[in-house]
């Protein structure tokens, strides 16, 4: 192993409900398949410990599906495993995703106890009638109940996931939520546009004219209107759709976006080691085969090109509002990235990158039409 693995996601991909929006791997599985899974998850956390991959790990995320999906005696197995695996006098970042339904003062005192010290909540809406939209099953109430719970137990680093551009919907509806979520004292936000992804729910819907998906210009409106605001509040935009009080930003995340190595464990998995991507197969019978013959099944299993790597660095590195570290470009691939990409000094000219400190980023103004400018690189 020739990289440092400092990051590890964990996949649970079991759900007690569908969203209208989502297409992620998940299901709504009955306990003794939740049971399997687990066991199964476990044996491949051994076989990673095993292969040495577990020794640096700074951040884990534990992500779905649904976490909290799981009943106390699976989620206990599960981190009691991951407790004698990993050093977490090692980890500075430590994620559970959350149903805000799902939060009871038993789920927070375990978590706790596994010194889990960061959870990020499916929030999406305190709107009743978006919430019903998207298809989610709690309230406003439940959500401010989850917050003041986990503060009850000393859990202070938590994330909200928003959604905007439902129908029709203004900037004052997510206001609302931001001002009353913000004085909660949540570090976090992540805050989302909503996508219609094939295999809806939402998706057959919009097919059958049922409702219409707000028009770019607004949206991007809406969009700029949110990040002004949530600066207002004291947050600072770290990403395009990331904000945060100072120091809280996402370790875990971060990892993705510096276009780092980490290490995926579960079905439909993925995760970058030794410059190849890796997706584990999203069929759990095949998952459980690949494991039970110690040779793990994929869907995809990619060997990255340098030119491959440089195209990830650029996608993924304009992302962040810092932009991409030239310095670490260059120690990286041993190239200039203005020789590489002469284009840059048209785009600066331009005013639709900006060039300080030695990195490059794509100007505030311009982040909603990132990708016609990424377009120019690759």
């Not at 009743?128 to 709690?138: A, T, Y």
């Not at 979520?181 to 059958?208: A, G, N, P, R, W």
Request: net charge positive; proline share 1%; aromatic share 12%.
């Amino acid at each position: 192993m020739t990289n440092k693995i400092e990051a590890l996601y964990i996949h649970i991909p079991f759900c007690d409900h569908i969203c209208t929006y989502c297409d992620f791997y998940k299901m709504v599985a009955k306990e003794s398949l939740k049971e399997k899974y687990i066991k199964y998850l476990i044996k491949e956390l051994e076989m990673r410990y095993k292969q040495d991959y577990l020794n640096d790990i700074k951040t884990i995320y534990i992500g779905g599906g649904t976490p909290s999906s799981l009943n106390s005696d699976l989620l206990e197995e599960l981190l009691t495993k991951i407790e004698s695996c990993i050093n977490l006098d090692k980890v500075v970042e430590y994620t559970f995703e959350a149903n805000p339904g799902d939060i009871s003062y038993n789920l927070a005192k375990i978590l706790k106890n596994h010194r889990i010290n960061r959870v990020s909540l499916g929030v999406q809406s305190l709107d009743k009638d978006k919430l019903l939209f998207l298809g989610r099953n709690h309230t406003k109430e439940n959500v401010i109940n989850a917050i003041t719970i986990l503060q009850n137990v000393k859990i202070y680093n938590i994330n909200a996931d928003l959604i905007y551009g439902v129908n029709d919907e203004k900037f004052g509806l997510i206001k609302k939520d931001l001002k009353i979520l913000s004085k909660m004292d949540l570090t976090h936000f992540s805050v989302y546009s909503l996508i219609l992804e094939e295999k809806t729910i939402l998706k057959q819907k919009f097919t059958k004219g049922e409702f219409k998906i707000m028009n770019s210009d607004k949206e991007r409106k809406l969009y700029y209107k949110i990040v002004k605001y949530l600066h207002k509040l004291g947050y600072h935009q770290y990403e395009v759709s990331n904000f945060s009080k100072q120091n809280f930003e996402s370790v875990h995340n971060l990892t993705y976006w510096n276009n780092e190595h980490y290490l995926g464990i579960g079905s439909n998995a993925s995760y970058y080691i030794d410059d190849t991507r890796y997706t584990n197969i999203n069929n759990l019978e095949k998952y459980f085969l690949g494991i039970d013959i110690k040779d793990l099944i994929y869907s995809e299993k990619n060997l990255l090109t340098e030119k491959d790597k440089i195209a990830e660095e650029i996608i993924l590195g304009f992302r962040k509002t810092k932009g991409i570290s030239l310095t670490d470009f260059k120690n990286k691939y041993n190239k200039d990235f203005f020789e590489v990409y002469p284009i840059t000094n048209d785009l600066i000219a331009n005013k639709y990158l900006t060039f300080k400190d030695n990195f490059l980023a794509i100007s505030p103004k311009y982040v909603y039409i990132m990708n016609e400018i990424l377009l120019k690189f690759l």
